[in-house]
């Protein structure tokens, strides 16, 4: 997989924001879906996320660019 932080041109925004953590309803939001789809893709490993304790999860922006990159094959 390609190291995407060293694309200038996917990336506009600056490394601390994309590191921010979203939750999934957030991440749900960015994707334009429901949050069982997050859920899925969570489970899936489709999409990277953390848990925090049993039900949490934490997503990194990063992550959604990541997704959205692979999925859209740019």
Not at 25 to 50: D, F, T, W
């Amino acid at each position: 997989m390609k190291n995407l932080t060293n694309d200038t041109t996917f990336y506009t925004e600056s490394l601390e924001d994309n590191m921010t953590l979203l939750n999934v309803e957030e991440a749900a939001s960015l994707l334009m879906v429901g949050k069982n789809r997050i859920y899925e893709l969570l489970n899936q490993g489709k999409l990277k996320g953390m848990r925090i304790g049993k039900s949490t999860w934490r997503i990194p922006k990063l992550s959604i660019y990541q997704f959205i990159r692979e999925q859209s094959s740019l």
